[in-house]
């Protein structure tokens, strides 16, 4: 049977590349990270901050704050706006950073709803991502940590993942890969009988409407991070291409990385 999944307004997604937080003018990922107060802004935008612990004023943990630490609930910061995920509903709004002060604009969230937890853990987080956040950073490039105490004293720890764009050195580039539903065998230098996604890319005009496919199935000697196939299952997916400056010798040059799933077709035939 025929199943498709089409992602809401995924038109107007095909044409706003990824939701990755980008670089603001002020801000660079090769800066070096210090323990003060005065870290500058690059060090928040060169990482996701994913929640590892919460607690209220006098040190207990904030129980509604659990389910985010148990669903990686991550704070990325891009150009002047940042973005909460993990929860139920996405959550988004302004910000500044300076001086070891956060301060975060009113949140604005999609609309979604989930069971109680969930909208108990994004009650909470709009709570506490409010006015001004004393902000300290800690560690070092490899392993650094976020500490936000917010106005009732509440204090947020999130450990820093670095985003691509920080890991592979590159700023990405937004494509669209059509994945067949069945792996083909292809060679690999050291694994026999190696099976390699097929893939050709979409295009799509100004409007998200998709033009005529020019290009041809091929072999994809490598694998999409964050992209799980599944045999006989057809996908269209939303991804970056990252030039990496310096890879390992056994390393591909380019990298792909999963942003979206568009679209998925069990039959596996795409009509």
């Not at 853990?121 to 709009?126: E, F, K, S, Y």
């Not at 997916?237 to 792909?256: I, Q």
């Amino acid at each position: 049977m025929k199943q498709k999944i089409l992602l809401v307004a995924v038109c107007a997604a095909l044409i706003q590349g990824c939701a990755a937080p980008t670089k603001s003018h002020e801000e660079s990922p090769s800066m070096p990270m210090t323990t003060s107060t005065a870290v500058a802004q690059p060090a928040l935008s060169a990482y996701y901050w994913n929640l590892v612990s919460a607690t209220d004023a006098s040190g207990k943990p904030l129980v509604a704050l659990d389910k985010g630490i148990e669903r990686k609930l991550r704070v990325s910061f891009g150009d002047q706006n940042l973005n909460i995920s993990g929860g139920c509903n996405r959550q988004f709004g302004g910000y500044h950073y300076q001086a070891g002060v956060l301060k975060v604009q009113p949140l604005a969230s999609t609309l979604m709803a989930c069971d109680k937890s969930l909208m108990e853990l994004d009650a909470q987080v709009g709570r506490l991502f409010k006015g001004d956040l004393r902000a300290v950073i800690t560690g070092d490039n490899a392993e650094p940590m976020l500490q936000l105490t917010t106005a009732d004293g509440s204090v947020l720890k999130l450990q820093g993942e670095a985003t691509p764009e920080t890991r592979y050195g590159s700023k990405g580039e937004v494509k669209f890969l059509e994945v067949a539903a069945k792996t083909v065998k292809c060679s690999h230098p050291l694994i026999p009988g190696y099976q390699c996604l097929q893939v050709r890319e979409r295009r799509y005009d100004d409007a998200g409407l998709q033009l005529a496919t020019q290009d041809t199935w091929h072999p994809l000697y490598q694998s999409i991070e964050g992209f799980d196939h599944h045999d006989g299952v057809r996908t269209v997916l939303r991804v970056k291409e990252y030039e990496w400056k310096n890879p390992p010798a056994d390393a591909p040059s380019k990298v792909y990385v999963l942003d979206l799933v568009v679209e998925q077709d069990a039959s596996g035939t795409g009509k």
